[in-house]
């Protein structure tokens, strides 16, 4: 929407959009029984510590310093906080 009233305004980042609340969603809708990503951290680790998982995520979206862990091999499962 606000594209198309500011045609002309570049937009380089949707992060002010991003809240806890969405994170949760995206959280709820990610498969939990897939593989172990790289950083060997299983679904139900990450769910123990949720809450403080999640806002650390949107502190790092939106401070810009989320950085996906670097692949190992072609075959490297995604973590979990990628997978959202």
């Known amino acids: 929407m606000l594209a198309r009233q500011n045609p002309v305004m570049a937009f380089t980042s ?3 959009y991003l809240d806890y609340e969405w994170l949760y969603h995206a959280y709820e809708l ?3 029984d897939g ?3 790289v950083d060997g951290q299983t679904a139900d680790e990450y769910a ?3 809450e403080e998982s999640l ?6 979206l939106k401070s810009g310093t989320s950085h996906a862990p ?3 091999c072609a075959y490297s499962k995604p973590i ?3 997978r959202l």
């Open 70 to 72: 670097p692949v190992w």
């Open 35 to 37: 593989a172990v990503g």
């Open 48 to 50: 123990e510590r949720l």
């Open 30 to 32: 990610t498969r939990k």
């Open 55 to 60: 806002h650390r995520l949107l502190h790092q």
């Open 14 to 16: 949707l992060n002010h």
């Open 80 to 82: 979990i906080i990628d």
